[in-house]
């Protein structure tokens, strides 16, 4: 709560996503690319294929293009955008792996310049020297995702760094090699897919057949490397939290389910059409299979990041930057007096440093839809038992009058009028919305904590007594506070339930 | 649990200034040659600009040297935020939209000089070059106006008490904007200085840079001097400071530079600029300190060093600058040979 909050209208996981993603993409191409490049070479030297050679100073143009420029740059904003989005964490991340990042620079340096001087030096190099440059180029850049994905690591698996503050531990975290590994065959599979790209478009057909061919075999041996290191990740990962909060992990399976489809509709277009029909891949196939390699890797850049959740470093910081060790401080002293850049209304400051990191009124993550025709006193409910819903938020450690403060200031940009007069609905219809609003944020029916077996069969006078004391049923439990035409719709949609969770 | 402690520097303050300053001087080396090289170009004669082979020679170099302005921009910001990161994430904070464009803004202007070195064009050349002068200076522009920002916490809490939406520029100019023209002037100076070096391989053809090195020097003195009466209230505490022992020195260095330049003895003239480059960032950092007296003292920051990482990062280090020495050797030896 030291530094003041960026209010901007659009949600902090787009933006973040917006610089992030092409990015990452850019930055693992970037890396087996150069690989591929050399490798390449090698081959089309031994085979003095001078098609091939030119074909290779070309991709190269291709690759010094958007790597050095676009994928250094936008490593730089996603530097940037962390610095705007969560200042605090960015700080935690500098304090304590800043020589990781000096390391990483000094590997940046030599990437840059050998990058370079291997597309100015194809014309005039010997080829043996020009390929010792690729391969400098190659183990730098290598070693700079080397060093990246330790930090990238660290935020998602400390380990043992959170009680020995020591950079090794955290450094070399739990999920470290199975996500280095993981990450190598990205690359490679990036560089068959850019490549693959690139070489939809040369002549004659029989050497595009055959660098097509040989580009969809980089893809898939991308691909074999990421699926078993993949899981030995997702074993890592579960071997670092608890199986209760695995239940809830509903977002980040998800993803993780998307991209194993995707995965599967990679493997086999380069399958059919880059190995078995290679002759007639056309541009246009080949821009699929980057945009879906692209869309996959976002997915599994999206679990990544929704794992992690509710923390931006696990065990150590939540995702709105409040830091687990000030727990007693800020039930103490609750938060308005630490936010040290108040911008003169104390709801929407505390709005800001509680929920804005994630959430927005209409947008991103809305909280529109979810506290529509509610009230002051629920909205205010739910604020001080965030970490209760579903696991993924962070917790609320503010005072009763701060947590009153912010839900008026939600009520004030949300629907007011009743349910029933929002949606227009009636009877056990209404009821089910009323469910969803005020009960289903937690119990989701079918979900972990779902409750329909001891609502379901019970009688009117049972239902009105679950209601009347609703806020003693459990922790975090709010009060009833719908108005009487709510009460009855709801119980009359409680009537409909079942035993095992039907309706 | 006790969990650990961010809050500290993994290395004596010494140390991380000294590499601050060290690479922020050397980002502005590679900078200024950008910058003044853009001018420089831009500004030579429209008839002769492309008959040149200076010219020619600087065009094909800008994304190279740009390469090392990003490059050696990396690291001064990156220690700079080690130890002042409460400065100035706030005040990137309320300038946000305007900091954040800075990264589009650098690829633009970097495509745009990729552009230009690849252009058979003349005319497309000339456009490109203009459009990442133009990038180049909104990134000056924006740098100055948030790292000038960061030393007035009170001034940034006042603006985003106004404004939180990130659109907010540092209404306070003339914090900055004498700074900035003096760093402007120093490009030109830089850039000429650059461009006479490259002369020197091509005799036959007019130094474009003579001019510039002076009457950016010329510029450079007045706009510093400018500056420094305009510091106000630090400027008393800054005479009375050690950093008038290092700005003395290195403005007796700018008129070495100036003198060995007209002897045309580049290797001295250049060694003299580029320490006198460092005596300035040196005293561009103790006005910092001066601004922020008062609200942050650094030496307080308790210190818990990271000495086996801080050996692996000198290891790297130096082999990099082997693996580099090596790969331009290799790189001009085959290049040098084929001319011959």
Known sequence: MHYPFWDVGIGYGILMAAVAVPHVFVSHFAIGGGLYLIVAEHAARRAGDDRHLAYLERLSRFFVLVTLVFGALTGVGIWFIIGLLNPAATEALIHTFVWGWAIEWTFFIVEILAAALYYYGWRHMAPRDHMVLGWIYFAAAWLSLFVINGILTFMLTPGKWLRTGSFWDGFFNPTFWPSLVFRTGVCVMLAGLFSLLIASREEPADFRARLLRRNSAWGITGLAI??????WYWRAILGQVPSTAVQGMTTPVYWIHLSYWLAAVIAAALILFGLLLARRLHVAVAAILMALGLAWFGAFEWFRESVRKPFIISGYMYGNALEVAREPIYRKNAYLRF???????????????ACRSCHTVNGYKALKPAFDGTDTAFIAAIVKSTDLLRGSMPPFWGSAQEADLIAAHIRDRVDTRHLSEIYGLHGSELGKKVYDVRCGGCHRIGGATDKTGSLAGLADADYEGLLDMASE??????????????????????KTLKHGGAE | MNLPDYQVLPAPLWLITSLHLLTLALHFIAMNFVVGGLVLVLAYRAQDRWCNPVILRFVRLFP?????????????????QLVYGRFIYA????SAWFWLAVVGVVIASYYALYAASFSNRLSARKVCLAVALIGAVYVSLAYSSVFSMMERPELVKQLYAEDQSGLVWNPRFKDYLLRWLHMMAGALTIGGFFASSVAVGNPASPDPGRRFFLWGMVLGFLTGLAYLFSLGEVIGPFMRSPAIWVLAPGLVLSLLSVWFYHRRNLVIAGGALSLSMLAMVFSRHSVRLLQLEGHFDPSAVPVRPQWTVFALFLVCFLVALILGSYMLRVFFRRAESRQT
């Open chain 1, 226 to 231: 990421m699926a078993p290191s993949f899981f």
């Open chain 1, 339 to 353: 936010i040290s850049c108040p911008s003169g209304d104390e709801a929407a400051d505390l709005f800001r440093h």
């Open chain 1, 473 to 494: 049923l459990g922790e975090g439990m709010p009060a009833f506070t719908g108005d009487a035409a709510e009460r009855a719709a709801l119980i009359q949609y409680f």
């Open chain 2, 64 to 80: 190279i040297v740009m390469a090392a302005t990003v490059t050696f921009g990396v690291a001064p910001l990156l220690f700079l």
């Open chain 2, 91 to 94: 005040a990137s904070i309320v």
